[in-house]
């Protein structure tokens, strides 16, 4: 496994119901973080881990979303009641600290389709 | 607000030419700047990054010139191919800020034959 793990890749999903995406991180990365990009547009940041700890949610991420991450490896992005503005590409990616690189990882996503 | 403002949207070059993107920040506090390349249906990949202590990077066929004066960076794409055509974004982040990325809107680039 040498990559950014992302299941499922594709969701279509009916307005009102939850969904949850998974990312398997690059094992010796510690760092994860969640982005949204919509058609057209530039990856948007939604939060980040570090071992299991979110550290930081950004203003788009509201209530109805949350992630985890246990343990400090894979995590999970869970959306309550969809609406059709979800609808996007959510992008997982992994670094790792201690050392000067802030290069990410990203994974291939999952596209959510909200009808 | 956008911080990252990037052009053109979208650019069409020769096999060979040589296609240049180019992005402008706002926030000072950023100190690191990549590029990152994206094909349809994956993730985004980094293709190069720049710091604010060198004025130009070069990686292959890639290279970055930085203006911090200007608050602008832009890449060149060197004897392009049509293997190249993507989507390009630029990013920006700040050390302390978690390494959170600041994106550009992208730039659709397309190589002809």
């Known amino acids: 496994d040498t990559g950014v793990s992302q299941n499922p890749r594709h969701k279509i999903t009916k307005r009102g119901q939850n969904v949850t995406f998974r990312c398997d991180p690059i094992?010796?990365?510690?760092?994860l973080y969640w982005y949204r990009q919509t058609l057209g547009q530039g990856p948007e940041f939604l939060t980040y881990?570090?071992?299991?700890?979110?550290?930081?949610k950004s203003r788009l991420l509201s209530d109805r979303f949350s992630a985890e991450r246990p343990k400090g490896s894979f995590s999970t992005l869970e959306i309550q009641r969809t609406e059709q503005g979800d609808s996007a590409m959510y992008l997982c990616?992994?670094?790792?600290?201690?050392?000067?690189?802030?290069?990410?990882?990203f994974g291939s996503g999952t596209r959510l389709t909200v009808v | 607000q956008q911080q990252v403002k990037q052009s053109p949207q979208s650019l069409i070059v020769q096999k060979g030419g040589i296609p240049i993107i180019n992005c402008a920040y706002e926030?000072?506090?950023?100190?690191?700047f990549p590029w990152y390349q994206q094909f349809p249906g994956k993730g985004p990949a980094l293709l190069i990054a720049?710091?604010?202590?060198?004025s130009e990077k070069k990686e292959g066929r890639f290279t970055i010139s930085f203006n911090k004066s200007a608050k602008q960076f832009s890449l060149h794409i060197m004897d392009s191919q049509p293997g190249d055509s993507a989507t390009y974004f630029c990013?920006?982040?700040?050390?302390?800020?978690?390494?959170?990325?600041?994106f550009g809107t992208g730039t659709q680039l397309k190589v002809e034959l």
């Open positions: 881990f570090q071992n299991e700890a979110q550290l930081e």
């Open positions: 094992s010796e990365h510690n760092r």
């Open positions: 720049i710091r604010p202590d060198v």
């Open positions: 926030n000072t506090a950023f100190d690191y």
């Open positions: 990616a992994s670094s790792f600290t201690g050392q000067n690189n802030y290069g990410y990882t």
């Open positions: 990013a920006a982040s700040r050390t302390g800020g978690g390494n959170k990325l600041t």
